[in-house]
């Protein structure tokens, strides 16, 4: 052991001379250690990797422009810009074509891209509106767990390219070319309510763009020059995850405006809000209730919800029905009678207003509560059945085979899911475990009632919390199916955990990034167990997947009602908190979920199998792919 | 609340007494070729034979089977003041200086002797400063403490045994490492107590250190697993808390042990568990080794079961450091201390 | 009549109608007083006299409530003051008497002497290894050095005012421990504008008097806001909350579940302790070392409050239930809301209502005390000052 380096082998003190670069030892010629080597611009050795020069996406000037009303501010786009764009538009790779012909050029008629994030989903409309592609582009072929757009640079200038695209041609097509176009927009707006993906509109706006250049051509001879570049950009979207829809900001206030104006449930925002979560949304929960209860049988009001899914709204208004799976399957069911009782109105194709009437059923049920993401999904996969129906379906068939679909999702991700979920977690308890489960978790029940049925000698402690106690309804469960049950609250986590082997905890959802989230509490539960390197074990259905991510709890959460907090059950001398309301410095914050860090989950237990959680990515993927798959055939 | 022993009125450093101080040196000790004169312990105390050197004493109260090192390390420097012709304590001083210096030479590497001669010379530095004057009643001092040493050494250990049993909870599992005398009497009197508990024992090859402790621990009916070196991670999960014993305590509040204290420290703390070191006060020594290459290297032989070729380095150090983050407690004689207040200590014994 | 007076507290005690370390120090120094005050018995009464008298009714006392430390910790302190003054007496005495043939050598030796005593008050320390251990003046028998107990059976009269004095030093000691006890608080909240600065966001659990004081002292120059999680099974975090709108602090109330979700916007945790242990640890409401986790996963500074007479000199060997106290399972969970499903064949269910949590010195950033800011790691050292060893274990 010599004395001198702890750090590997170093002849001394000398500092180590070294060269940058991906330099294969042997290969290159020797260089003597006087020399300081660096590699300079003109010097001879080649990077091995190649790194494709940058598209010039000014994503900078992008978000200069917050000004969110785009349609408006689209059609202020100068001639200039679009002269820039021209020039550079050569210059750049293909699939990025666009992007760049905007990105050096100086927006200084640009008030026309939003800010990025809020108006991705009006830039959507927008796109659907605008966008030329043919019904040729097999729009199926992006149907998938999540409507996504590819990157929001692309899209935004994509679409200001569209429209641009749009409003210059106005002075320079001829007629023909003009009803070419109107033609092909209306047929992708068919095609995109399905989920309408840039990469097809990207395709048919490159057509339209370069129409332009080229000096009056028709949409069609562009078209073959486009459909390379759309499957060149399909397969590419193929790669590319869709980026998930970015969901409502309720601080933004024109748009929380227009959205609640078609509102059937009266919302009065609350009083005493707390500042850190004024992006979502907090009514007053005692109002909500009567005046839907009021509306229930105005059936015949247009865009008034068909009686079950309104009911199963009022129920979810009530907190009749909580939980995740159990708010899926109500609601689907809910669907299935809606679309059973439906019957297309002249005049219209079936799948356009079964999507628009869907579309408004979602929105009434999001005012009662909003979505979890499991039912999210269920939506998303429900809009993509209607629009993959084969044409020649008759009302009949279609409907038919709508609630068939509903049906099977139902039984193969829900109940299915669930039996091998719990023929997985039992396994994973031993004999004379003690299992901990915060809350009340449909799986988690059905795993312990499993595993008793089975004989297994084991005990179970339920943590519970604040304000919905919903353990207390678990341990009634348990107790009556005699399985042996330890019953504290939150606090006493940190007391009972030195006696757990195994935390069990159900999930809202599981984001791409790892995090569960899951009911207020059960990130402590899992921060706790893992403090006393208790393994952590999620089980979780994979139709409650998301490629969403998040890093807290604050950036997305639903706010309960926060009178649930003043009153403690039996505890009547408690009454601090009565008339809180009156007290401006004074906020009640009833949180309903939490996220908790991927590092806290040993294992996420789902009908596909036993994943880390770093897997989570890996199961979306697959995932889409096999739905595309399905929906391909 | 620190007592500052700086006696009133030093006395000024004269010419004359330097000179009486140079005067006192005695000539270096010759070591007798034949340890003939080998006695029993009383009568070898009462003994004035002057070509008696330290090391030799040392030796002899190294073989007392229940004598720590640094115990039999302070008996003979005893031995020497005994001797001792010096007429200032400045004289007495320098001796023992110098009989420490040959004990550390004899012992190169133990860090618990050292700490021994440095307490004890630091005692008699603060005594000497006390009693100036009177190099009969000075010495009188010392060689009373001295002797009553060995009665030190054995009430520390019945009271870190006392300190550290209370830790020993029912049912608790309790890994080992090495052989201490402290941490033997430590589990001895608690299974005493009336708890049960049961032990975990690395065997610690090549000495075989953790068998021995195994059989001690049975030989009172503690029940003992042994493990090998390398299960010490397999088992961890199961265990309550690590205790073992000390080499010598450092500054920094970490410990200098046999190879091996470090890993076992290490996982500890990565499955959150505590790590308790049990050691006597008189261990606690002035190093602050910074790395495992801080400390005097001080290797061990150690043969494999095949002929290696030539060519291959082995490396088997006798001890390694473990910093005080890995450590949760200490037991020592002063009481239960957190690493950081053995620093304190410390720096009160050197002010 | 201090017999009556030490028997109406423990029954107090025992009956847990004493309630808070502030009150039950406060109450326990009180009535160490009037027993020490009423001591009758005929001087010369030494110093160890009265330690026995402390001792006796201090573990009566600690029995009556083993997890009510302050009591300790008070019975602790009024020992340290009787060895202090004893020690601080003997030194008078032993500069003031002149005539003692015995005592060699000049003032320094009997200063030395007394310094020699003094040992006896530090704590087993590396530097005293080696020196003969003192012991301390029992009634006739030999102190440290042979002088004192000379001067003290030459000086029979003398030694009567002499133990009068100490009795009334003691007393006096008493009433400025009691001061003292009283008055943490505001010492604590003085320290308030040094941590709490603008804008912050403050996260706290349950109710603590030292708290709320804290926090006004603080608002009244700075704008914070404060969450506030009600603390499970006390709920007292709803008065707190109340508490500190009324003072026009912004208030957020929250579950404790969600505190851990809103630790991603906390600034800084503080929090009261009930008592703070040797190595550092905490013994704090329940819930906290929840809190104290989820503080160190987002490397917030996690602050306890504490008064000195907190401090207890005990180790935590087993702190979850050794120093716990376990209150009925009803404040958790209702036996009306289950009654019906124990009919079944299981019929238990283990309620656990443990009211205290012990939190371990790593999660804790810092100790604001009535004598400043502390790092855990300096708590040995702040338990040397106030307790003597010999005390350690009654």
Redesign the interface.
């Known amino acids: 052991m010599d004395g001198g380096s702890r750090r590997g082998s170093r002849q001394g003190m000398d500092p180590i001379v070294r060269r940058v670069g991906f330099v294969t030892p042997g290969t290159e010629p020797e260089i003597p250690l006087q020399q300081v080597v660096l590699n300079g611009p003109g010097q001879s050795s080649p990077a091995p990797v190649i790194i494709p020069p940058r598209p010039i996406i000014a994503s900078s000037t992008l978000s200069q422009e917050i000004n969110s009303k785009t349609t408006a501010a689209l059609k202020t786009v100068t001639v200039d810009a679009l002269k820039n764009a021209n020039i550079e538009a050569s210059r750049v790779s293909e699939d990025l074509t666009l992007s760049s012909s905007f990105g050096g050029s100086d927006r200084s008629g640009g008030e026309a891209v939003s800010e990025v994030p809020a108006s991705l989903s009006t830039v959507t409309t927008m796109v659907r509106q605008v966008s030329i592609a043919s019904a040729s582009v097999p729009a199926g072929g992006f149907a998938g767990p999540s409507v996504g757009l590819t990157p929001a640079p692309i899209a935004a200038s994509v679409s200001e390219k569209a429209a641009i695209g749009g409003v210059k041609e106005k002075p320079k097509t001829t007629r023909a070319e003009r009803k070419a176009i109107q033609e092909a927009q209306r047929a992708a707006k068919a095609a995109a309510q399905g989920g309408g993906k840039a990469p097809s509109v990207k395709g048919s706006v490159a057509g339209g763009g370069d129409e332009k250049k080229g000096g009056g051509k028709p949409a069609e001879p562009k078209t073959p020059k486009a459909t390379p570049r759309r499957e060149g950009s399909l397969a590419g979207s193929e790669k590319k995850p869709p980026v998930p829809a970015v969901r409502m900001q309720f601080d933004d206030k024109d748009r929380v405006a227009k959205a609640t104006k078609k509102n059937i449930v009266e919302q009065t925002e609350t009083k005493n809000r707390v500042e850190l979560f004024r992006h979502l949304p907090q009514y007053v929960h005692g109002s909500q209730l009567p005046s839907a209860e009021a509306k229930f049988f105005r059936v015949q009001e247009p865009g008034h919800p068909h009686p079950a899914v309104y009911q199963v709204g009022l129920r979810y208004l009530t907190g009749d029905i909580v939980g995740a799976n159990a708010r899926c399957v109500a609601m689907l069911l809910a669907f299935a009678e809606m679309i059973r009782d439906y019957s297309t109105p002249p005049q219209k194709t079936l799948v356009r207003d079964l999507t628009a009437k869907i579309n408004s059923h979602v929105q009434f049920l999001t005012t009662c509560r909003p979505h979890a993401v499991s039912m999210g999904n269920a939506i998303k996969l429900l809009k993509t059945r209607i629009l993959k129906l084969p044409g020649h379906f008759t009302e009949a068939e279609a409907k038919k085979s709508l609630i068939e679909d509903i049906d099977k999702f139902i039984q193969e991700k829900i109940v299915f899911a669930d039996k091998v979920i719990v023929d997985h977690a039992v396994e994973k308890i031993r004999e004379g475990d003690v299992v901990l489960t915060h809350g009340h978790s449909h799986v988690v029940e059905k795993i312990l009632e499993a595993a008793h049925a089975r004989g297994k000698n084991f005990r179970v402690v339920v943590v519970d919390s604040r304000p919905r106690l919903e353990g207390k309804a678990l341990l009634r469960r348990l107790l009556q199916k005699g399985l042996k049950c330890t019953y504290t609250h939150v606090n006493g986590l940190c007391y009972i955990m030195q006696e757990v082997d195994r935390v069990f905890l159900g999930a809202a959802t599981v984001l791409a990034n790892g995090v569960v989230v899951s009911r207020a509490g059960s990130a402590a539960t899992a921060m706790v167990a893992h403090a006393y390197s208790v393994p952590v074990l999620i089980c979780c259905e994979t139709y409650k997947f998301h490629e969403r991510v998040q890093l807290d709890s604050i950036c997305s959460n639903e706010l309960g009602n926060p009178e649930a907090l003043v009153d403690v059950p039996g505890r009547k001398e408690l009454t601090e908190l009565q008339g809180w309301d009156k007290n401006d410095n004074l906020q009640l914050l009833n949180l309903t979920y939490d996220a908790m860090p991927a590092d806290y989950v040993a294992m996420i237990i789902t009908e596909l199998g036993l994943i880390p959680p770093t897997s989570v990515p890996v199961i979306l993927r697959e995932y889409r792919k096999e739905s595309n798959a399905l929906e391909l055939l | 609340m620190a007592v500052r022993w700086q006696a009133q009125g030093q006395p000024a450093v004269t010419d004359e007494w330097l000179s009486q101080a140079a005067n006192s040196r005695h000539p270096p000790e010759e070591r007798p070729s034949v340890r003939a004169h080998r006695l029993t312990g009383d009568l070898r105390d009462t003994r004035e034979t002057a070509n008696m050197s330290v090391v030799e004493d040392f030796d002899y109260w190294r073989g007392k089977p229940d004598l720590a090192v640094a115990v039999a390390a302070i008996k003979a420097l005893t031995a020497v003041i005994k001797r001792s012709k010096a007429t200032t304590m400045m004289g007495l001083e320098i001796e023992l200086k110098r009989a420490s210096e040959e004990l550390k030479e004899r012992e190169k590497s133990s860090i618990s002797l050292a700490a021994g001669c440095e307490l004890f010379l630091r005692f008699v530095t603060r005594t000497s400063a006390l009693e100036h004057e009177d190099i009969n009643a000075g010495k009188e001092r010392l060689i009373e403490r001295g002797e009553q040493f060995s009665e030190i050494s054995i009430k520390a250990r019945q009271t870190i045994s006392k300190v550290g049993a209370d830790f020993v909870r029912d049912g608790c599992t309790i890994l080992t490492h090495g052989v201490s005398r402290v941490v033997v009497s430590l589990l001895k009197l608690a299974a005493s107590q009336g708890k049960h508990f049961s032990v975990i024992c690395p065997e610690g090859r090549p000495d075989g250190k953790g068998i021995q402790t195994a059989r001690e621990l049975t030989a009172v009916g503690i029940p003992v697993t042994l493990i090998l070196d390398t299960g010490v991670a397999y088992v961890m999960e199961r265990v309550d808390m690590v205790l073992c014993g000390a080499e010598g305590v450092v500054e920094s509040g970490g410990i200098i042990n046999n190879l091996g204290t470090y890993q076992i420290a290490v996982v500890a703390r990565a499955f959150n568990k505590p790590v308790y070191v049990a050691a006597e006060s008189y261990k606690f020594a002035r190093l602050y080794p910074l790395d495992q290459r801080d400390l005097p290297y001080d290797p061990k032989p150690v043969t494999f079961a095949e002929p290696l070729p030539p060519n291959m380095k082995v490396d088997n150090p006798s001890r390694d450091y473990t910093p005080p983050s890995c450590l949760t407690l200490l037991f020592t004689d002063l009481g239960v201390l957190t690493p950081s207040a053995v620093s304190d200590e410390l720096i009160q014994l050197y002010l | 009549m201090a017999d009556a007076l030490v028997e109406d507290f423990i029954t107090k005690l025992k009956r847990r109608q004493v309630e808070g370390s502030l009150v039950t120090a406060r109450k326990t120094a009180l009535v160490l007083r009037q027993v020490i005050a009423a001591e009758r018995k005929p001087a010369p009464y030494q110093a160890s006299q009265l330690i026995e008298l402390v001792k006796n009714y201090g573990r009566k006392l600690i029995a009556a409530n083993p997890t009510e430390l302050a009591i300790g910790n008070i019975v602790r302190r009024v020992l340290h003051i009787i060895r202090e003054e004893d020690v601080t007496s003997a030194s008078h005495s032993a500069a003031n008497t002149e005539d003692d043939v015995e005592r060699a050598g000049?003032a320094?030796g009997g200063i030395?002497a007394s310094?020699g005593n003094?040992?006896a008050?530090?704590?087993?320390?590396?530097?005293n290894?080696?020196?003969?251990t003192p012991q301390l003046q029992k009634p006739g028998s030999d102190s440290g050095s042979v002088a004192e107990s000379e001067s003290k059976r030459q000086e029979k009269p003398k030694s009567d005012r002499a133990s009068w004095r100490l009795k009334h030093n003691v007393i006096e000691g008493i009433n400025e421990l009691i001061t003292e006890v009283e008055n943490f608080s505001s010492l604590i909240a003085e320290q308030a504008l040094e941590h709490i600065h603008q804008n912050e966001v403050i996260l706290t659990m349950g109710r603590s008097k030292t708290l709320l004081n804290f926090l006004s002292e603080a608002k009244k120059k700075r704008s914070f806001q404060a969450v506030v999680a009600?603390?499970?099974?006390r709920?007292d975090g709803?008065?707190l909350?109340?508490e500190?709108?009324?003072l026009?602090?912004?208030?957020?109330?929250?579950?404790?579940?969600?505190?851990?979700?809103?630790m991603?916007?906390v600034n800084m945790v503080v929090v009261g302790a009930h008592a703070v242990m040797?190595?550092?640890g905490v013994l704090a409401p329940?819930?906290l070392?929840?809190a104290a986790?989820?503080a160190k996963?987002h490397a917030v500074p996690f602050v306890v409050l504490c008064g000195l007479h907190k401090l207890s000199p005990v180790?935590p060997?087993?702190p979850?239930t050794l120093l716990?106290d376990f209150k009925s399972p009803s404040g958790?969970?209702?036996f009306g809301?289950?009654s019906d499903?124990?009919d079944?064949?299981?019929g238990?269910?283990?309620?656990?209502?443990?009211f205290f949590?012990y939190i371990p010195p790593e999660l804790v950033s810092l100790f604001i005390t009535d004598g400043g800011g502390h790092n855990p790691?300096?708590v040995?050292?702040l338990i040397?000052?106030f307790y003597s060893?010999e005390d350690?274990v009654l």
Request: net charge negative.
């Open positions: 000049p320094g030395a310094t003094r040992t008050l530090l704590a087993p320390a590396l530097k290894l080696l020196e003969p009600e603390g499970a099974p709920y709803h008065l909350a109340k500190l709108a009324v026009g602090v912004q208030t957020t109330a929250i579950t404790d579940a969600a505190v851990f979700a809103m991603a916007r040797a190595n550092g329940v819930g070392h929840m986790l989820a996963r180790f060997h087993d979850d716990n958790v969970l209702d809301e289950i499903c124990l079944s064949a299981a238990r269910v283990h309620t656990p209502n443990p949590d790691s300096y040995y050292r040397a000052e060893p350690y």
